[in-house]
């Protein structure tokens, strides 16, 4: 898989994170659902690992384009919420890329139980070093995911090197105001796992640098600040679940880091951002 020195930490942070297959199934058993009969509508309320839930994937799919005849790549597809989704709601075929085994493994079977997996597969891999060749993708898309991806230009420049020319990239993430401290940035990077935060600026101007025209920019800072306050009462809902299953310690963490990344957010040091460009063909 290539080199993933100093990737250990996300990896950690993902196989003990409060939202994963064995919790999901949960929910849906305690819906009343047989799990060996479940169809992708019974999962999808479920495995959705970003802001805003379906509704942001509908906005990133209409402002992308994406249609049924494009091959995507999700970039940091988690356990494949968004990539199911894609091929379900659109009728393209989807590629997740995921660093961490347990996600990976956790995606292949639930995208298995829902019978999806004739069109969204899974690899196992470093976004910094996509295991894949030069022009193979129409459109890539990231949500909530590339905060954690230390070399934010190689990432952007790793998916234009994927993508065919006047293919389109379309992402949300995580972005970091002039008002976040060092210290603010550090306690980031050591408890969420954000090495190294993107800006508003810093995205477009990565974008441009790897050949890409901005089509759109949204900023997504207020919307989400309503969601992380209710993401935080779900947390603290699943809190007896999470001990249970990583322990207390993990539990109590777990708020303690939340209700500081949410505070950020709420003092507009942390804001989030919806960026589209297309591939210049002439890059
Ligand atoms: C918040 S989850 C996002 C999942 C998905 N986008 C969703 O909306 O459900 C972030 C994912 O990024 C993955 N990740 C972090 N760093 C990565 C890297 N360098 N390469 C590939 N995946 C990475 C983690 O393993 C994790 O599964």
Same mark, same amino acid.
């Given at each position: 898989?290539?080199?993933?020195?100093?990737?250990?930490?996300?990896?950690?942070?993902?196989?003990?994170?409060?939202?994963?297959?064995?919790?999901?199934?949960?929910?849906?058993?305690?819906?009343?659902?047989?799990?060996?009969?479940?169809?992708?509508?019974?999962?999808?309320?479920?495995?959705?690992?970003?802001?805003?839930?379906?509704?942001?994937?509908?906005?990133?799919?209409?402002?992308?384009?994406?249609?049924?005849?494009?091959?995507?790549?999700? /970039?940091?597809?988690?356990?494949?919420?968004?990539?199911?989704?894609?091929?379900?709601?659109?009728?393209?075929?989807?590629?997740?890329?995921?660093?961490?085994?347990?996600?990976?493994?956790?995606? *292949?079977?639930?995208?298995?139980?829902?019978?999806?997996?004739?069109? /969204?597969?899974? /690899?196992?891999?470093?976004?910094?070093?996509? #295991?894949?060749?030069?022009?193979?993708?129409?459109?890539?898309?990231?949500?909530?995911?590339?905060?954690?991806?230390?070399?934010?230009?190689?990432?952007?420049?790793?998916?234009?090197?994927?993508?065919? #020319?006047?293919?389109?990239?379309?992402?949300?993430?995580?972005?970091?105001?002039?008002?976040?401290?060092?210290?603010?940035?550090?306690?980031?990077?050591?408890?969420? *796992?954000?090495?190294?935060?993107?800006?508003?600026?810093?995205?477009?101007? *990565?974008?441009?640098?790897?050949?890409?025209?901005?089509?759109?920019?949204?900023?997504?800072?207020?919307?989400?600040?309503?969601?992380?306050?209710?993401?935080?009462?779900?947390?603290?809902?699943?809190?007896?679940?999470?001990?249970?299953?990583?322990?207390?310690?993990?539990?109590?963490?777990?708020?303690?880091?939340?209700?500081?990344?949410?505070?950020?957010?709420?003092?507009?040091?942390?804001?989030?951002?919806?960026?589209?460009?297309?591939?210049?063909?002439?890059?």
């Amino acid at each position: 898989m290539g080199t993933t020195a100093g990737l250990d930490g996300v990896v950690g942070y993902y196989d003990a994170h409060p939202i994963n297959e064995d919790q999901i199934l949960r929910a849906l058993e305690g819906r009343g659902l047989d799990l060996d009969r479940l169809t992708p509508d019974d999962l999808l309320q479920h495995d959705q690992d970003h802001y805003g839930g379906l509704a942001a994937n509908d906005a990133l799919i209409a402002r992308a384009g994406l249609r049924a005849e494009h091959r995507v790549l999700d /970039v940091c597809s988690g356990m494949g919420g968004p990539a199911r989704y894609l091929a379900h709601r659109v009728g393209c075929r989807v590629v997740g890329l995921d660093l961490t085994l347990s996600r990976f493994e956790s995606a *292949q079977r639930l995208t298995r139980r829902v019978g999806l997996d004739g069109l /969204v597969t899974f /690899v196992h891999g470093n976004a910094l070093e996509m #295991p894949f060749s030069a022009g193979e993708f129409d459109a890539v898309i990231g949500q909530e995911a590339w905060c954690h991806v230390p070399d934010k230009p190689r990432l952007i420049a790793e998916c234009a090197r994927v993508l065919k #020319p006047g293919g389109v990239i379309a992402f949300t993430d995580i972005l970091a105001s002039e008002a976040l401290s060092a210290a603010d940035a550090a306690r980031l990077a050591a408890e969420m *796992q954000f090495p190294v935060l993107g800006t508003m600026r810093g995205y477009q101007d *990565q974008m441009q640098a790897s050949g890409f025209e901005i089509v759109s920019v949204d900023d997504l800072g207020g919307e989400w600040t309503t969601i992380l306050e209710e993401r935080l009462a779900m947390y603290r809902s699943l809190g007896t679940e999470t001990a249970r299953k990583f322990g207390e310690g993990r539990s109590k963490d777990w708020d303690d880091y939340y209700s500081f990344f949410v505070g950020l957010f709420r003092e507009g040091r942390l804001s989030g951002g919806r960026f589209v460009g297309r591939l210049r063909h002439d890059r």
